[in-house]
């Protein structure tokens, strides 16, 4: 078939502005396809690092109900946790309002327990247990803001008053990696002691719990034990996996999933259309032509296969320039947006997919012309 890229090529060539208008569609649907893929991963990428051996505790009537930390020790005691911990969102902005914080008081220890993934030098370990005041701040978020161990900065809460004032003042005391490439190192974490013994209002309260259970297949039951603690308590709560919660967390925001594919369809749709009329008026032009060449012997199949290659070449060569150009997209800005999104990049599943979008694209496109050029009849196509 390669002896034949000349051909295809002059084919291309004949209606020079119509195939870069094709070539420019597919190109700019590949782009839109492969930044579409990267927010998608930067919002679900908590998801499918989230832990299957940890649960967490919520309040039953909403995620924003907090619950009494009295509650600590009542789950530790259930049978099958193995380590509890708990976090509280505390929220923040930096200097600008558009510099939007994630920000949790924790418990130290155990929340680093809970979370061995986190990763930063020993001393700088100590330092923050040490230090009631201190931040530990995700590689991401550091490199955006431009903050560095021993910085002391001011974090404005939406929520939380401190003496009056919503600005608390903290000090950078480490700055931590994710042992997973893709993990999210866009949060800090405060001393939840600090935190409370601050904060004008809700004084012993935490927003969730965090536990780690030891054996996976009695995950509904020991959550269903959990729950069963605090039936008919005025804070009653609700158990589940911390996948389901991460979910739940970020649809939030919208099901960013569901939106994204609505998106892909209706481009690849319009795409589709685009290229497959392309293909149609390539074919019809040359009737003619094709009837010659099958008097010189070529075959209905060989027919077939040159129109299909044609349309494959076409949308490889513009889908790989799209997807090309989102890469480049994705690196320059995947710095700047690491305050929201760490994960904003393309994954080898994504650029998989884009492979075979490029094959399925130019197949479905050229089929049917394809198909009605093997099928020409000499002397009808020459009579034309």
Known sequence: MFRFLPLILANLRRRKLRTMFTLASICVAFLLYGLLAAVKNGFEAGVELAGADRLVTIHKVSLVQPLPKSYYARIAAVPGVSLVTHSTWFGGKYQDERNVLQVYPVEPESYLAMYPEYLMPKAERDR????????????????????????RVPVKSDIWPHGGSYTWEFVVDGIFDNRDPSGDTSLM????????????????????????????NRTAEIAAAID???????AETKTGTEKAFVQGFAKQTGDVGAIVTSIG????FTMLLVSGN?????????????????????????VLALVLAESLLITLV????????????VTRTGAALGTYLTSFILTGKALAL??????LLGLVSGVLPA??????????????
């Open 128 to 151: 923050w247990l040490q230090d009631r005041s201190g931040l530990l701040v995700g590689r991401g978020i550091a490199n955006s803001l431009g903050w560095k161990v021993g910085d």
């Open 189 to 216: 974490l405060a001393h939840y002691d600090y935190f409370d013994e601050g904060r004008d209002f809700g004084k012993g309260y935490v927003g969730w719990y965090i536990m780690r259970i030891s054996d996976t």
């Open 228 to 234: 069963a603690q605090f039936a008919n308590s005025p």
């Open 265 to 268: 369809i209706a481009v690849f």
């Open 278 to 302: 392309t293909m149609a008026q390539a074919v019809r032009e040359r009737t003619n032509e094709l009837a010659v060449m099958k008097t010189l012997g070529f075959s209905d199949g060989r």
């Open 318 to 329: 513009g889908g790989a320039l799209g997807t090309l150009g989102a890469m480049f997209v």
């Open 354 to 359: 884009a492979v075979v979008l490029m094959v």
């Open 371 to 384: 198909a009605r050029a093997s099928r020409l009849r000499i002397a009808e196509a020459l009579r034309r």
